[in-house]
């Protein structure tokens, strides 16, 4: 049984940082692809970094480019999300999720929804929630 626990969740004022860590446990794939996912108020859950296992390859929703980034420890039973320069806007339910086959993400971009779709993601965490405000 795949089992995630996100932890790392916080208030934090705009332009600090956070990092999420993800336990993983009962994952013994040596593909697959693991992710971060937030849901923010009134909108569907979004991919916004995934992490392909074999290679290590990230792939980032445009809208955290260049302040998010996506790591595994060596080990891979824990993948993390440094989080920077958070903006109110990130302000949301953070889940961790697994996918056991190394399928392409599906990206989307409209005014309701950036990001990669749930599907293939197969288990996810409870989630860990996040608040950026002055």
């Known amino acids: 049984e795949v089992q995630l626990v996100e932890s790392g969740g916080g208030s934090v004022q705009p ?4 990092r999420l860590s993800c336990a993983v446990s009962g994952f013994t794939y040596m593909e697959g692809i693991l992710a971060w996912f ?6 569907r859950r979004e991919g916004v970094a995934a992490i392909y296992r074999n290679f290590g390859n990230t792939y980032y929703a445009d809208s955290v480019k260049g ?12 993948v993390f999300l440094q989080m ?9 339910m953070y889940y961790c999720a697994a996918s056991r086959a190394s399928r392409p993400l599906q990206f989307r971009s409209s005014s309701m929804f950036e990001g990669f779709e749930s599907e293939p993601f197969e288990d996810w965490g409870h989630g860990t929630q996040v608040i950026v405000s002055s």
């Open 84 to 92: 920077n320069d958070l903006k109110p806007e990130d302000t949301a």
């Open 67 to 78: 302040r998010f980034s996506i790591s595994q420890d060596n080990a891979k039973k824990t």
């Open 38 to 43: 937030r849901q923010r108020p009134g909108r």
């Open 15 to 18: 332009g600090g940082s956070l």
